[in-house]
């Protein structure tokens, strides 16, 4: 089964986005990127930024990036994929903190602007 994290990503100051929380998905080889902009809470309606795929052991990892800050694990778990098309994402997780449906739906004036809408229920 895929497997999931939400890293909290403190970035240092005056860097290109503020702290943000990354959900990443594994889909094959990489790691589906997006940032959310603010803490994710059950339930909540939170907008997100897609970033390139990053690697797999982002899956285990917490600490320094480089000189892009240092990440910390939010929540992690695996996941089922419902359904997935160009400009929406439903997943089922399975994680600590998460249990339920995501549902990532991708905003028509901006290709990499998305809405992330978490489960009601979590762990």
Same mark, same amino acid.
């Given at each position: @089964?895929?497997?999931?994290?939400?890293?909290?990503?403190?970035?240092?100051?005056?860097?290109?986005?503020?702290?943000?929380?990354?959900? @990443?998905?594994? @889909?094959? $080889?990489?790691?589906?990127?997006?940032?959310?902009?603010? $803490?994710?809470?059950?339930?909540?309606?939170?907008?997100?930024?897609?970033?390139?795929?990053?690697?797999?052991?982002?899956?285990?990892?917490?600490?320094?990036?480089?000189?892009?800050?240092?990440?910390?694990?939010?929540?992690?778990?695996?996941?089922?994929?419902?359904?997935?098309?160009?400009?929406?994402?439903?997943?089922?997780?399975?994680?600590?903190?998460?249990?339920?449906?995501?549902?990532?739906?991708?905003?028509? $004036?901006?290709?990499?602007?998305?809405?992330?809408?978490?489960?009601?229920?979590?762990?």
């Amino acid at each position: @089964m895929p497997r999931y994290v939400i890293l909290r990503h403190e970035t240092p100051p005056g860097y290109v986005r503020p702290t943000h929380w990354d959900l @990443m998905l594994e @889909m094959g $080889e990489v790691l589906r990127t997006w940032a959310l902009a603010e $803490e994710p809470q059950a339930g909540s309606t939170i907008e997100a930024e897609a970033l390139p795929d990053h690697r797999p052991a982002y899956l285990d990892f917490e600490g320094a990036v480089s000189s892009r800050g240092s990440v910390s694990r939010f929540d992690s778990g695996t996941y089922t994929l419902e359904s997935e098309s160009v400009n929406r994402l439903v997943v089922r997780l399975d994680g600590e903190r998460f249990r339920g449906t995501l549902v990532m739906e991708r905003q028509p $004036e901006n290709a990499q602007r998305w809405v992330a809408r978490l489960p009601r229920d979590s762990g």
